[in-house]
């Protein structure tokens, strides 16, 4: 599904064009920046602030003035509102919230800037074209590029291109040209760096502590202990290097299960035997064995079908991933991501990817 080839300078200009007037909800670079280095540029740039301000207190100014050059996925204002920041054009709205930009841990701000860029001047011809394409960035973690197929049209000549995606965000601006040591593609969304794999990350989704998870938790620590015929311990798997995606269902969707059965931690810690050893099944079928952001899907089928057929880590079961943003498994139906914000999916780990959805599937 994904596109291969090149893209040519006319379709560089063409999907810049469609990407730029599209995307009415990205915070756009000032019209007029100074020429400089990256990090003169961010400095200056209203529409950057709070990724700036990222680099700044990760202690990347330094770095990003150096020759270069650097590629940087920067993220616009907007995409940090996304992530629950008031921040706006140079002014950090603080009133009635203790999660400003200023209160983070600088060590968090430097994982998030330092995921920010990567060395080399990229252009999208020159982003990779394979799935899941590899970067290395400055910090020596690694992004994950795809190129999503699309029919663009301008002045009435249609074009199919390869809109790229980081880490299953898209590039919502491509091939800023101001900085004199490189280049920006703006992304939309704040990437989250990984913290470890998704076994450490399972119940730190988000920059702070985020409990819509802990029933998930609580089930893959206790599913982990069953010992009857096929049951696998979660937190070892979850702990490999995989890779591994993990559809995780809310708190909402556990206490919504089946009659309230796994509706606390209490229930859950007090399984033994058979029902927990279906417990274990049913986690297994929330698990594939791939890293699948939500790029993978865009274009698949709204029904179910063979080609968004996947398979599961549970012996001959498998969902389907709809390009509605749905997973379906034996007749449940998730959404996947419920609500908004960048910290719903593609939460990257070392080994695989976490999305949340709003049901809990059965495996039986």
């Not at 003169?40 to 207190?57: D, I, K």
């Not at 140079?90 to 995921?115: C, E």
């Not at 001047?121 to 899941?132: E, Q, R, Y």
């Not at 009857?228 to 995989?242: C, F, I, K, T, Y």
Request: some cysteine; aromatic content about 8%; proline content about 5%.
């Amino acid at each position: 599904m994904i596109q291969n080839r090149i893209l040519n300078n006319y379709v560089l200009l063409l999907i810049a064009f469609i990407m730029g007037v599209s995307c009415t909800k990205t915070s756009k670079p000032d019209s007029v920046l100074p020429s400089g280095t990256m990090a003169e540029v961010l400095n200056h740039s209203t529409a950057y602030w709070a990724s700036n301000v990222a680099v700044q207190r990760g202690g990347f100014s330094g770095p990003l003035a150096a020759p270069g050059p650097f590629t940087g996925f920067v993220v616009s204002n907007y995409g940090w509102r996304l992530l629950g920041f008031s921040v706006y054009a140079g002014i950090n709205q603080t009133t009635g919230t203790t999660d400003t930009l200023s209160r983070i841990d600088p060590n968090i701000m430097k994982a998030i800037a330092g995921y920010m860029f990567v060395n080399g001047k990229l252009d999208t011809a020159n982003l990779p074209n394979t799935v899941n394409g590899e970067m290395r960035t400055i910090d020596g973690k690694t992004l994950y590029c795809t190129k999503v197929p699309a029919v663009v049209t301008y002045s009435g000549i249609a074009a199919n291109v390869g809109v790229p995606y980081i880490n299953g965000h898209r590039v919502t601006t491509i091939n800023i040209p101001y900085p004199n040591n490189g280049i920006i593609q703006e992304l939309g969304e704040v990437v989250l760096p990984p913290i470890g794999p998704i076994a450490a990350t399972i119940d730190t989704i988000a920059l702070r502590k985020d409990t819509t998870l802990s029933l998930l938790k609580a089930s893959l620590l206790k599913a982990s202990t069953a010992t009857g015929s096929g049951s696998v311990n979660l937190m070892q798997l979850l702990a490999q290097p995989g890779p591994y995606t993990v559809f995780a269902p809310t708190n909402a969707a556990f206490r919504a299960y089946g009659g309230g059965i796994y509706n606390s931690i209490e229930k859950i810690n007090a399984l033994s035997g058979p029902a927990l050893d279906l417990l274990n099944r049913h986690l297994q079928f929330h698990i594939v064995a791939q890293r699948l952001f939500s790029s993978y899907w865009i274009n698949f089928s709204t029904t179910a079908n063979s080609e968004n057929t996947v398979a599961t880590i549970l012996p001959g079961k498998a969902v389907n991933i709809l390009g509605n943003n749905v997973v379906v498994g034996n007749n449940i139906r998730a959404n996947i991501a419920p609500g908004s914000g960048g910290v719903e999916i593609n939460r990257t780990c070392d080994n695989g990817v976490i999305h949340k959805i709003s049901a809990f599937l059965k495996a039986e």
